[in-house]
Structures are given as C-alpha cells and as structure tokens.
C-alpha cells in the first residue's frame, strides 16, 4: 500500500485480471553468408531490394567468382516466397566454418530471429553440424536445411544427422541467373523454403505445417525434356524412402495443374514425438511466448496470489492458441492444462527459490495421409 502524508482524494491504478502474454515472432529469419560487400555485423533488410543496396548482388561471377554464392538467391528466394524480415550475417575474409560459426553466433544474440539457415551448408564441411548444434542448444530456433550433401543416390541424400530442430529440403532448384551465359542456375532450396514457412506462418499460423504449399521462383518449366526445375526428378518409390527417413521432398505436381510443392513436414529426427515441423515450431513458440511473458513473476512473493496469476496469465494465452486451431479438443479442458500449486512444488523447492509451473499441450499435427475409403452401395 502506498503511504499517504497529504490528506485529500488519491487515484490508484488497480490491475485486474491475467497479465497479458504476448505472441513471439516465429517468421523472422537469419541467413549467413559470403556477400559482394556490406557490414560484418548482422543486418535487417525486409526486401531483395534492401538487400541489393546493403550487402550487393550475386557472387558467382567476375571478379568474386565465389564458390560459396548461395546467400543472395536464397535471399532473394526468401522474399519471392513470402519474407518478410530477414538478418543477414555477412562471412568475410578468409573463408572458412570459423567464419561461418562466428556468423552464426553473431545470430544467436538476436532474440526475435526463429528460423536459421546457411545456404552454403553443403560446400562447407562440419557446417551442417554446427548450426543444428546451436539451435539444438538454444531450443528457440529451427534451421533449415537445403542439402547436407551433393549426392544423387537416395542411400546418400538419406543420411543425416538425427535433429528435432532442423529440417531437411531436397532436391536443388533451378533459379534465374542473368548474369550467367546458361540464364539459370541449381541453388540450395534453403531460402525458398524458409519463404514458404514465413509466408504460411503468416496466412494460416505456426501450427500449420510448411507444406502442399507453392514454391515461387524457380524457372525452367517444361514438362518434357530441356531444362528441368528441379535437380532431380525423383520416383514415388523413393519419394516414400526419402519421407520416411526425414527428407522432405520437393514435387513437380505441373502435371496435375499445382506447379512445384514442398512435398513434406518433417524434421529430422527418429523421435515419433518430434516428427512433424509444425509440432517443433509451435512448441518453441509457445515455450517462448511464455518465458518472455512471465518474466513479471521474477522474485514475487512465492505463494499463491502469484502462482494464481501465473496460472491465470499462462491459460488466458494457451486458450487463444487453442481457439486458432493449433490444439486439439472440443474444450480448452482437452487442448492444454496448466498448474502451479502444492503439487508441482515441494516446499524445499519454496525454501530455494523454486517457482514450478507444469504446463501441458496438445498440439495438433498433419493430415499427412489422407485415406478415404470409398464403397460401392449397390442399390435394392
């Protein structure tokens, strides 16, 4: 209570009610890369045009000739697709993984990004490693992965590391290049994809998966013979071995009249639990959200009004989760449940300062099969 010295009348502000929790961004992405010039230190650019003028253009031509050229058509594919904001750390100098990693890092520090990628993973070995290492790590960010691997057998593109926080794309896509005597060229589908998850972030939300969605910037669209878009065009056979082994595929459904898709949603690990990217990504949406939203109870008194509040602040934010169809169940009862009492905590864990709050989630996840069964009904 505040204490009055002054007689008269005194207005208090009264707080009533949860405390709110905001939503975190899950679409803001970070890319590391060789740029034509530009600043070493991470920067923000919300279009390809931004980039152009921050970083320059493409770097496989005279005089860079860079090997490492991916960045600039990944960003660019990232913003044909649906990015909206992008940070781009540059890898100058001598190039090399340490270069790399310290991009990575430099990543890290920025809270806001959720989807990482290094469309030079495949030219860079130990690469790969390292980036799922930290975001493994950090548990707030998902990388994506464009190829681990330049092979073509499906034995060789199948093998990869066993990661709930990373998911893999394959095959290469063909991009326009006009700077090139070919006018295309085969690029990592990194940058594209990561497009496709901010875009449908965007429209449908984090608990929808990435995929059955439309990959837009890629070029040489013909059907029979000349120049394919996609690097290889691959069977069902061993689209069913690639899907079941944690690459998703990108499928040429043109015939069909639904152009290119990203043909897949799951990560790349062996945990059923983990399966899916839209169960991983909204859970690291959630386990965020949360934290950042209930910093608030940080050295409050440990007894109930607070872990009432607690409750209260962290239902009010599952139950609007829910009502955009993120959880399953008919009832907010079914979909989440929070608690924050006697039974989560001892009281050794009151003595040392221990504020236990047990939160629990039903996330929805994909209609990856979908069966319809359909009969015959002769009539009488």
């Known amino acids: 209570m505040p204490e009055y010295r002054v007689p008269g009348v005194h207005v208090e502000d009264v707080q009533r ?19 034509e010039n530009g600043p070493t230190q991470p920067a923000l650019v919300t279009s390809w045009a931004e980039y152009l003028r921050t970083f320059g253009g493409f770097i496989d031509q005279p005089p860079l000739d860079a090997v490492n050229r991916n960045l600039p058509y990944a960003v660019r594919g990232f913003f044909e697709n649906g990015g909206e904001r992008l940070y781009v750390a540059r890898v100058a100098g001598e190039v090399g993984i340490d270069a790399y990693i310290a991009g990575i890092e430099a ?25 799922l290492d930290r975001c493994e790590r950090t548990r707030d960010r998902f990388a994506v992965l464009g190829e681990t691997t330049h092979g073509t057998s499906v034995e060789t593109i199948a093998q990869h590391r066993d990661s709930a926080f990373g998911a893999v794309y394959y095959p290469r896509i063909r991009v326009v290049a006009p700077h090139r005597p070919e006018g295309d060229v085969l690029v990592s589908p990194c940058g594209h994809v990561t497009g496709v998850y901010a875009r449908t972030d965007a429209h449908r939300g984090v608990h929808k998966a990435p995929a ?9 669209l013909r059907l029979d013979g000349g120049r394919r878009p996609l690097e290889h065009m691959l069977t069902r056979g061993e689209q069913e071995v690639l899907n079941a082994r944690g690459v998703n595929v990108l499928s040429d459904l043109r015939g069909d009249g639904r152009g290119i898709r990203v043909w897949g949603a799951r990560t790349m ?28 109870a940080v050295f409050e008194p440990n007894g109930e009004p607070t872990w009432a509040a607690l409750r209260a602040s962290i239902a009010t934010f599952l139950l609007g ?37 047990l939160v629990g989630v039903a996330p929805v996840k994909p209609s990856e099969f979908v069966i319809l069964r359909i009969s015959h009904q002769l009539s009488s």
């Open 17 to 35: 009610g949860a405390k709110p929790i905001g939503d975190v961004s899950t679409s803001t992405a970070g890319f590391v890369g060789e740029t």
């Open 107 to 131: 990543l890290l520090a920025i809270d806001e990004i959720s989807l990482m990628a290094v469309p030079d993973e495949a030219t860079v070995p130990g690469l790969t490693d390292a980036l």
């Open 212 to 220: 059955n969605e439309v990959i837009n910037g890629i070029v040489g």
């Open 321 to 357: 989760v829910w009502r955009t169809g993120a959880l399953l169940g008919t009832t907010p009862q079914e979909a989440f449940f929070v608690r924050c009492d006697r039974t989560t905590m001892t009281q050794d864990d009151i003595d040392h300062g221990r504020l236990v709050c």
């Open 269 to 296: 690990t062996s945990d059923p639990e983990w399966k899916y990217v839209n169960v991983r990504r909204l859970l690291i949406f959630i386990e965020r959200s949360i934290d950042r939203g209930t910093q608030w």
